[in-house]
Nanobody, 120 residues
Framework: VQLQASGGGLAQAGGSLTLSCAAS????????MGWFRQAPGKERAFVAR???????TYADSVKGRFTISRDNAKNTVYLQMNSLKPEDTGVYYC???????????????WGKGTLVTVSS
């Protein structure tokens, strides 16, 4: 099983980026999928989650700016990031689990991460 994240890069404050996470090795249609991020010098933190029911949950810091979505036919989850801020800088990790909490408990699979850098 593999989660391959892509779409990271350099953006200016106020700009946008879209992350993708393609899953392979099994079908994730019944799984929670989501994103966590690790800022420099900080622990990994929850960003967004989308359940198989399409119910979504966001960290307070990204509400109204980020949108998570999924395409089960492509076994892919997306994170549209708008109005980026320098504090959004970090390595973004894709996650999947049957059910997982915002603390990451229950994550069965982690992607390797993609770096997002937001300049001021």
């Amino acid at each position: 099983v593999q989660l391959q994240a892509s779409g990271g890069g350099l953006a200016q404050a106020g700009g946008s980026l879209t992350l993708s996470c393609a899953a392979s090795g099994r079908t994730f249609g019944t799984y929670d999928m989501g994103w966590f991020r690790q800022a420099p010098g900080k622990e990994r933190a929850f960003v967004a989650r989308i359940r198989s029911t399409v119910n979504t949950t966001y960290a307070d810091s990204v509400k109204g700016r980020f949108t998570i979505s999924r395409d089960n036919a492509k076994n892919t989850v997306y994170l549209q990031m708008n109005s980026l801020k320098p504090e959004d800088t970090g390595v973004y990790y894709c996650a999947a689990g049957i059910y997982f909490s915002v603390l990451g408990v229950g994550v069965d699979y982690w992607g390797k991460g993609t770096l997002v850098t937001v300049s001021s």
